[in-house]
């Protein structure tokens, strides 16, 4: 058994330990930094270093490029074209609000017309993008797509509900001169209604090859409304007309576009 003094001794050393350990743990603690998206590290609830969980989604660390699959030019008058590029988002988790891109028509010397263009793509959306009435002094030999930036979100927005419940081409004739027209019939089946819808027209020969486009705007364009839009070309589209693809796009990213109930 011990002696008193023993005892004593044991309990002076057993608070010094208590009270340099105490002491340390505490300088240890604050000499650490604290957990942070940018140091390095998968701490914090981290789905990998420095990303998910408090931090942004990891899909924004590395994603992956729009690809454009094809750009085609479209001659609807003497010296004016349209310009038509199919592009596809391959992100499961990202959207963008705003893609910026640029059309060029090109001839053997170099560039003779260009135009850029701003668009929105939803996750894992192919989509065509297009641009009317570029001018040029010289046919062009060909057509240059490129994405100039693109600003991506960790959304997953749901579909805008726009029907396209049927559709006619026709040859009119207007002022005394034919021209080729779709007519089609657009209906809001979204609970809110939309500022701002634009409506693409892809006319195809029966090779499936594009012989004309257009897109034609919408505005105030109610929930649970329906209405009737044309697309008129200046003449009647070269070659015959096996299909007429109509897509509804509406920037739901932008909420200056959704109308709110008065």
């Not at 021209?179 to 019939?185: C, G, T």
């Amino acid at each position: 058994m011990l002696s008193w003094r023993a005892q004593k001794q044991l309990i002076i050393f057993l608070i010094l330990g208590v009270t340099f350990g105490g002491v340390l743990l505490f300088g240890v603690y604050y000499a650490i930094p604290a957990g942070s998206c940018t140091d390095l590290r998968r701490n914090q609830g981290e789905e990998d270093i420095d990303c998910g969980g408090p931090c942004a989604a990891c899909a924004l660390k590395h994603p992956r490029g729009i690809v454009s699959l094809w750009a085609r030019s479209f001659e609807t008058r003497a010296k004016v074209y349209d310009v038509a590029a199919q592009i596809e988002n391959p992100n499961e988790g990202l959207s963008s609000a705003d893609v910026v891109y640029e059309f060029t028509l090109f001839d053997r010397i170099g560039p003779i017309a260009k135009k850029t263009g701003h668009t929105f793509l939803f996750a894992q959306e192919k989509v065509v993008v297009l641009e009317t009435n570029l001018e040029t002094l010289r046919p062009p030999q060909g057509v240059n797509f490129k994405i100039l930036n693109v600003t991506w979100n960790a959304l997953r927005e749901p579909f805008p509900g726009l029907i396209v419940e049927k559709h006619e081409y026709k040859v009119v004739d207007e002022d005394g001169k034919k021209k080729s027209a779709v007519d089609v019939s657009i209906l809001n089946n979204s609970s809110f209604g939309f500022r701002e819808v634009e409506v693409q027209f892809l006319v195809a020969d029966a090779t499936d090859t594009l012989i004309g486009i257009n897109k034609v705007l919408i505005e105030n364009l109610h929930a649970g409304a329906r209405t009737k839009v044309r697309s008129l070309w200046p003449g009647v589209l070269k070659g015959e007309v096996a299909r007429v693809s109509i897509q509804p796009r509406v920037n739901i990213f932008d909420p200056s576009m959704i109308l709110i109930p008065q």
